[in-house]
C-alpha cells in the first residue's frame, strides 16, 4: 500500500472509529449515564431511559444523510468528512463535561439529548462520505479496501466496550459514578484533533473531480436519486435493512433475553459482545476479499442464509458458552455481508448522486428498520416465543431476494456510464 493511499484508509477510518466508539460508549455506559443525568429511580427505569435517549440518535442519521449527502455530491467529499468529524468529535467529547442532573437538573438531560441528536446527525454523513474516500480512490479491489471503514463498527463497539471494562477494573465503584465514566468521552476530544489533522491532508477525491470537470455535478441530487434510481435504492436499503437487523438482534436481543432469565451476567454478556465485535472485525475482510472474486450479492446472500440458520437456536437452545458461540456466529453473519453491502450501495449509483444514495439507503435502513429490531422483536415476543425470530427473517429473505434483482456492481467502472440509471 502506497504512502497515499494509506493517508486516504486513515483518514476514512478515523472519522468512522470514532463515530461508532461515541454511539457505543452510550450503550456500554448505560448505567453510569442514568445515574449522572436522569432523576432518581430504581436502575431498570433508568437504563431503559437512557437507552431511549441513545435510540433518538437514530432518527437525526437519514436527515444527515440528506444534508451532507446533497452538499457531498455538489461541492465534494472532502470537506463533508471533515465537517461530520467535528460534529462526532464534539458531540462524544462534551458530553464528558455536561454537569450533571444533580447539579443542573431538566438542562442537563436537555444538553445530553442535543449532543446524541448531533452525534446522529454527523453520522448520517460520516458512513457515506468515508466509503466514497476510499472507493473512489481504488480503482481494484474495493472489497478488501472498503473492508477497512466497514472494520471500524467492531472496532468502535469493542473500544467502547473495553474502556469501561478497564475503567471499572482499576476504579472503585464510587470513583466510577462519580467521574470515572467521563473519561471514555473525553478521550474523544484527543481523536478529533488527530483526525482533523489527517483529513486535511487528502485530496478531494479523483472521481468526484472528474464529475465536477464534465459539469455532470445536480442541483439536487435527492430529485435525481428518486427520479432516475428509485428501484436501485429501494434493493440497496432492504439489504442495508436486514444486515442491520442481524447486527441489532445479535448484540443487544440476544444477550438481552440471556440476562433477564440470569444465564449469565451483564459483565459475561459483555465479554460475549467484545467476541462478537472481534468475529465481525475478521470477517469483514473475509467477506471483502472474497467479494472482488464471487461478487458482492453472493455474499449478501450468504450473510443471510447464516442468520436463518442460527437465528432459532440463538433463542431457544440457552446456556452461557451457548451465547459466546452464538454471538461469534452473528459476528460471522454480519461481518461476512457488511462489506458487500457497503460496496454494492456505493457502487450502484453514478457519481453525482452517490453520496445522497448511500448515505440515504445506509441511514434510512437502520434508523427506520435495524435499529427498532430489538424491540420489534421483543413485542413480537410477547405474544408467542415463536415470533421473537419472524421480523429479522421477513427482512432477511426480502434481502435475498433484493442481492437477486440487483446489479451485481463488483466490475463496475465508478467514472463510467455503465450504471447511470436503473436497469
Same mark, same amino acid.
Given at each position: 500500500?502506497?504512502?497515499?493511499? !494509506?493517508?486516504?484508509?486513515?483518514?476514512?477510518? %478515523?472519522?468512522?472509529?470514532?463515530?461508532?466508539?461515541?454511539? #457505543?460508549?452510550?450503550?456500554?455506559?448505560?448505567?453510569?449515564?442514568?445515574?449522572?443525568?436522569?432523576?432518581?429511580? $430504581?436502575?431498570?427505569?433508568?437504563?431503559?431511559?437512557?437507552? /431511549?435517549?441513545?435510540?433518538?440518535?437514530? /432518527?437525526?442519521?437519514?436527515?444527515?444523510?440528506?444534508? #451532507?449527502?446533497?452538499?457531498? *455530491? +455538489?461541492?465534494? !467529499? +472532502?470537506?463533508?468528512?471533515?465537517?461530520?468529524?467535528?460534529?462526532?468529535?464534539?458531540?462524544?467529547?462534551?458530553?464528558?463535561?455536561?454537569?450533571?442532573?444533580?447539579?443542573?437538573?431538566?438542562?442537563?438531560?436537555?444538553?445530553?439529548?442535543?449532543?446524541?441528536?448531533?452525534?446522529?446527525?454527523?453520522?448520517?454523513?460520516?458512513?457515506?462520505?468515508?466509503?466514497?474516500?476510499?472507493?473512489?480512490? #481504488? =480503482?481494484?479491489?474495493?472489497?478488501?479496501?472498503?473492508?477497512?471503514?466497514?472494520?471500524?463498527?467492531?472496532? @468502535?463497539?469493542?473500544?467502547?466496550?473495553?474502556? #469501561?471494562?478497564?475503567?471499572?477494573?482499576?476504579?472503585?465503584?464510587?470513583?466510577?459514578?462519580?467521574?470515572?465514566? !467521563?473519561?471514555?468521552?473525553?478521550?474523544?476530544?484527543?481523536?478529533?484533533? %488527530? @483526525?482533523?489533522?489527517?483529513?486535511? !491532508?487528502?485530496?478531494?477525491?479523483?472521481?468526484?473531480?472528474?464529475?465536477?470537470?464534465?459539469?455532470?455535478?445536480? +442541483?439536487?441530487?435527492?430529485? @435525481?436519486? /428518486? =427520479?432516475?434510481?428509485?428501484? $436501485?435504492?429501494?434493493?440497496?436499503?432492504?439489504?442495508?435493512?436486514?444486515?442491520?437487523?442481524?447486527?441489532?438482534?445479535?448484540?443487544?436481543?440476544?444477550?438481552?433475553?440471556?440476562?433477564?432469565?440470569?444465564?449469565?451476567?451483564?459483565? /459475561?454478556?459483555?465479554?460475549?459482545?467484545?467476541?462478537?465485535?472481534?468475529?465481525?472485525?475478521?470477517?469483514?475482510?473475509?467477506?471483502?476479499?472474497?467479494?472482488? +472474486?464471487?461478487?458482492?450479492?453472493?455474499?449478501?446472500?450468504?450473510?443471510?442464509?447464516?442468520?436463518?440458520?442460527?437465528?432459532?437456536?440463538?433463542?431457544?437452545?440457552?446456556?452461557?458458552?451457548?451465547?459466546?458461540?452464538?454471538?461469534?456466529?452473528?459476528?460471522?453473519?454480519?461481518?461476512?455481508?457488511?462489506?458487500?453491502?457497503?460496496?454494492? %450501495?456505493?457502487?450502484?449509483?453514478?457519481?453525482?448522486?452517490?453520496?445522497?444514495?448511500?448515505?440515504?439507503?445506509?441511514?434510512?435502513? $437502520?434508523?427506520?428498520?435495524?435499529?427498532?429490531?430489538?424491540?420489534?422483536?421483543?413485542?413480537?415476543?410477547?405474544?408467542?416465543?415463536?415470533?421473537?425470530?419472524?421480523?429479522?427473517?421477513?427482512?432477511?429473505?426480502?434481502?435475498? @431476494?433484493?442481492?437477486?434483482?440487483? =446489479?451485481?456492481?463488483? *466490475?463496475? *467502472?465508478?467514472?463510467?456510464?455503465?450504471?447511470? $440509471?436503473?436497469?
Amino acid at each position: 500500500m502506497e504512502k497515499v493511499q !494509506r493517508t486516504v484508509i486513515s483518514a476514512a477510518m %478515523i472519522g468512522t472509529i470514532l463515530e461508532w466508539y461515541g454511539i #457505543f460508549l452510550f450503550s456500554s455506559g448505560a448505567v453510569y449515564i442514568g445515574a449522572a443525568f436522569l432523576p432518581k429511580t $430504581n436502575a431498570l427505569t433508568a437504563i431503559a431511559s437512557v437507552l /431511549f435517549v441513545f435510540a433518538i440518535g437514530f /432518527f437525526m442519521r437519514p436527515v444527515g444523510a440528506v444534508v #451532507f449527502g446533497h452538499y457531498g *455530491d +455538489k461541492i465534494g !467529499r +472532502k470537506r463533508m468528512l471533515i465537517l461530520t468529524l467535528i460534529i462526532s468529535g464534539l458531540s462524544t467529547g462534551f458530553v464528558g463535561v455536561l454537569p450533571t442532573y444533580a447539579q443542573s437538573g431538566v438542562s442537563a438531560i436537555i444538553l445530553l439529548i442535543i449532543l446524541r441528536l448531533l452525534l446522529g446527525f454527523g453520522l448520517g454523513g460520516e458512513w457515506g462520505g468515508a466509503m466514497l474516500l476510499t472507493l473512489e480512490n #481504488f =480503482k481494484k479491489k474495493r472489497g478488501l479496501w472498503g473492508s477497512f471503514v466497514q472494520s471500524t463498527v467492531g472496532i @468502535g463497539l469493542i473500544l467502547g466496550a473495553v474502556a #469501561f471494562l478497564i475503567l471499572t477494573s482499576i476504579l472503585p465503584s464510587s470513583a466510577m459514578y462519580a467521574w470515572g465514566w !467521563r473519561i471514555p468521552y473525553l478521550l474523544a476530544f484527543f481523536v478529533l484533533v %488527530i @483526525g482533523v489533522f489527517i483529513r486535511l !491532508r487528502i485530496p478531494e477525491t479523483p472521481i468526484f473531480e472528474a464529475a465536477k470537470k464534465e459539469k455532470e455535478i445536480q +442541483k439536487y441530487p435527492i430529485s @435525481g436519486l /428518486f =427520479k432516475q434510481h428509485k428501484l $436501485n435504492l429501494l434493493l440497496s436499503t432492504l439489504i442495508v435493512a436486514s444486515s442491520g437487523t442481524i447486527y441489532y438482534v445479535g448484540i443487544t436481543l440476544i444477550p438481552s433475553l440471556y440476562e433477564v432469565e440470569n444465564i449469565v451476567t451483564v459483565h /459475561f454478556a459483555q465479554i460475549a459482545i467484545i467476541g462478537f465485535g472481534l468475529a465481525e472485525i475478521l470477517f469483514v475482510f473475509i467477506g471483502g476479499i472474497i467479494s472482488d +472474486k464471487v461478487g458482492r450479492r453472493v455474499m449478501a446472500i450468504v450473510a443471510n442464509l447464516v442468520f436463518i440458520v442460527i437465528v432459532f437456536p440463538s433463542i431457544f437452545l440457552r446456556g452461557a458458552g451457548l451465547l459466546i458461540i452464538f454471538l461469534l456466529l452473528y459476528g460471522v453473519s454480519h461481518g461476512i455481508g457488511y462489506t458487500s453491502e457497503g460496496d454494492i %450501495i456505493s457502487e450502484i449509483f453514478p457519481t453525482n448522486v452517490r453520496y445522497t444514495g448511500n448515505s440515504f439507503a445506509y441511514q434510512f435502513a $437502520n434508523a427506520y428498520v435495524a435499529g427498532p429490531a430489538p424491540y420489534a422483536s421483543l413485542a413480537l415476543g410477547a405474544i408467542s416465543e415463536f415470533l421473537y425470530p419472524v421480523y429479522g427473517l421477513i427482512f432477511s429473505v426480502l434481502a435475498i @431476494g433484493s442481492a437477486l434483482k440487483i =446489479k451485481e456492481t463488483k *466490475d463496475v *467502472d465508478l467514472e463510467g456510464e455503465k450504471n447511470r $440509471n436503473d436497469k
